[in-house]
């Protein structure tokens, strides 16, 4: 079995281009999973889930030989489960942010899975991995999640998370600042005294990303009744200030 990599920071996460780009969601199950189905502490990393129950799509994975004699993950003493099948019985209780871009058909949107090994209440490893075919799992993009790895990861907000690791595009600038909208009246090009009339300005928290490969994006950030919400559309009349 080749030595496998493991994953010990966002950058390695990246690099590594585990769930990216859309409509995969790889990165969208990891975030769950470092957020909701653990929790970290000095002594290990405890299940707040129940995958022998099958909770969230969870199933027994077998670690199979391949059709090289080759198996996919190192013998253990505990037992291998796997999620993230979107097929799967229970997976309706992934959060909609994981499902959203599931299209049902046999596209990247349902190629990613987590395998854990699991020993009583802990999990002793973490692996994310690929299906390179309909039933075959792809060895060299399989890689083991270090404990710190998925410490960072809890700790980040889901949008954060996402940019950070390149699952919206590659960004190479990133501006904090106001964003100025207006909406100027017709102009009446054959009278020169007529100056057009502006709409008062109307300020909007945003933030602008400007991306070589895909251009200019705004970020509106908005407070409703039920918490925080971001929604993303292409940037217009902008102005840093």
């Not at 919400?229 to 902008?238: A, F, T, V």
Request: with cysteine; proline share 6%.
């Amino acid at each position: 079995m080749p030595k496998m990599k493991t994953l010990n920071e966002l950058a390695h996460l990246k690099e590594s281009r585990f769930g990216r780009p859309e409509p995969r969601h790889g990165l969208k199950l990891l975030y769950w999973f470092a957020n909701d189905c653990l929790s970290l502490n000095h002594y290990g990393m405890f299940s707040e889930c129940d995958p022998t129950s099958r909770d969230f799509g969870f199933h027994p994975f077998e670690n199979r030989y391949d059709s090289n004699g080759v198996k996919l993950l190192p013998d253990v003493d505990s037992s291998y489960y796997v999620v993230g099948n979107l097929n799967s019985a229970g997976a309706d209780e992934l959060p909609d942010y994981v499902r959203e871009d599931y299209t049902g058909l046999m596209d990247d949107s349902n190629m990613d899975r987590i395998i854990v090994s699991l020993d009583d209440d802990m999990f002793d490893r973490v692996y994310v991995t690929e299906h390179d075919s309909r039933i075959h799992y792809n060895p060299n993009a399989t890689y083991r999640i270090s404990k710190g790895l998925l410490q960072i990861i809890s700790d980040l907000e889901l949008e954060d998370f996402l940019r950070k690791t390149g699952y919206w595009g590659p960004s190479d600038y990133i501006f904090q600042g106001v964003l100025i909208s207006y909406d100027p009246q017709p102009v009446n090009t054959n009278v020169a005294s007529v100056t057009p009339k502006v709409n008062p300005p109307k300020n909007q928290d945003c933030r602008i990303e400007i991306d070589s490969a895909f251009g200019s994006e705004c970020y509106f950030n908005d407070w409703t009744t039920t918490g925080y919400s971001s929604r993303r559309r292409k940037c217009c009349e902008c102005t840093i200030l």
